[in-house]
């Protein structure tokens, strides 16, 4: 595997907060480039009709313009291409944020969507982990497997460095289930690395840094 990365913000300051991410193995080739601090646009092509729609809805509710290509081994499955654009851009965000220093760390989200409600809350807090909480009634959404959708959001949380809790609380629709959990970790992710002006000059943590050990 060869990977290469750019981060575009300086690790002490809160100032443009941009990175490029582009990830090359046997099975994908992924370029992301992103701006945490957007207005939600985006220009996404994955292959994989179903998740482009939701990363669409990631950028668009998240307000982080994201510009996503990939190309990956899609007459095997979609389980790589699918794993690996969650690698990239968890990387992406992750480097974007730098040392973290001045976002208010944490996010959550109530997402009704008709007769579906999800609950998300994450911390960014360097600390990789997944809960996850959200069952499917069929193992398809159009020729996306549905196991695939923990398999992204796995990725993306130990790429960018977050605890992150995705629980469908009631919902029948598949359809709208895993869209409430993009949106949800969309509207968190937007509180969560949200500039706090109360305290833009400090890392979140008693510790003085983000990660490690509790």
Known sequence: MN???????????????????????????????????GSGDYTVD???????????QLSRHSLIDLDLKAVGDLHIDFHHTTEDTGIAIGEAVSRALGD???????GDALIPMDETLTRVALDCSNRPYLI??????????GEMDTELFKEWFQAF?????????????????????????????ARALRSAIEPDPRKADAVPSTKGVLGGSL
């Open 3 to 37: 990977q290469a990365i750019t981060p575009d913000t300086a690790p002490d300051a809160i100032g443009p907060r941009t990175a490029s991410v582009a990830r090359r193995t046997k099975e994908t080739q992924i370029d992301v480039s992103l701006n945490l601090d």
């Open 46 to 56: 994955t292959g994989i009709g179903f998740l482009d729609h939701m990363m669409e």
């Open 100 to 106: 973290r220093r001045g976002i208010r760390r944490y």
């Open 132 to 141: 996850w909480k959200v069952g499917f009634s069929k193992p398809k959404l």
């Open 157 to 185: 949380a130990q790429a960018a460095g977050i605890t992150l809790h995705v629980e469908n609380l009631y919902g029948e629709n598949n359809h709208h289930i895993v869209e409430s959990c993009f949106k949800g970790l």
